[in-house]
């Protein structure tokens, strides 16, 4: 079933990787504005699900945020995460820069031992005022699916310009302050093969993340329902191998199943 999150505010939910995760989406409550299109995510396609209406103006996020921050000081559960996540790309947001700030100002007003976390496709990183903002946050979580270019165009169908070797060089600029998220899984999408588990694509990608050296990478596979039916979940086994892989280049790695 596909999920189109409320706005600006939603959960907590428990994350797999992040624990008691309080949402923030900067998109509108209605629809899906991504600059992926992606085949696997649980917010279905971009075609599908046009928003109406408007993205939250910064004041409505900051209300809303420090509305339900007080609740949960007030009745629990207490926050682990600030997650920015939701039905698209939460830097494309035009004042993402400034409700960073509001963020952080009112997680160390209520809840200054959560961390604060951006959940990216990493499209927008090469705009100063982006790259800046997320230089601020705890967990930069930036997407990269692959470095095939042409699996990428099929697996996350980027609009507009895409170029893996300018993504790369975007992360490389953090200079360690990022996490790379990696979705693998197999199945078959318009009949190509989908499966990017094998040495072909976890090879010149484990290599790619090497010259990154982000802090951590977070491995994962389909949680929840696709828009499209024909893909599958990655076996623990596979993952555990690609984890092994990352390990042993020295890097900390964690697996979601």
């Not at 997320?134 to 997407?143: C, F, S, T, V």
């Amino acid at each position: 079933m596909t999920v189109i999150y409320p706005s600006p505010i939603f959960g907590p939910v428990h994350s797999r990787r992040l624990g008691v995760s309080l949402g923030i989406n900067l998109m509108p409550a209605d629809g899906k504005l991504c600059t992926f299109n992606c085949i696997y995510c649980e917010c279905g396609f971009n075609e599908d699900f046009r928003p109406k209406l408007p993205r939250p103006t910064r004041e409505e996020v900051r209300t809303a945020l420090e509305a339900r921050l007080q609740d949960m000081r007030q009745n629990g559960p207490a926050p682990d995460v600030l997650t920015f996540a939701g039905n698209g790309e939460p830097t494309a947001h035009p004042h993402f820069p400034e409700i960073i700030e509001d963020t952080l100002a009112l997680r160390d007003k209520y809840f200054p031992q959560a961390k604060v976390s951006v959940l990216s496709n990493s499209t927008f990183i090469h705009k100063p005022a982006v790259f800046a903002a997320l230089q601020k946050i705890d967990n930069n979580i930036l997407k990269l699916d692959t470095v095939d270019e042409e699996y990428i165009r099929t697996l996350d169908r980027p609009s507009g310009h895409y170029s893996v070797e300018a993504i790369i060089e975007g992360m490389k600029a953090f200079h360690g302050h990022c996490i790379i998220q990696t979705m693998f899984l197999k199945g078959e999408y318009r009949g190509r093969d989908m499966d990017n588990t094998t040495d072909r694509f976890v090879l010149p990608w484990l290599e790619r993340v090497k010259e990154v050296a982000p802090r951590q990478v977070m491995i994962y596979t389909i949680d929840r329902e696709t828009p499209d039916h024909d893909l599958r979940k990655a076996s623990h086994e596979e993952l555990d191998r690609i984890g092994n892989l990352v390990r042993e280049a020295g890097l900390e790695v964690s697996v979601s199943y």
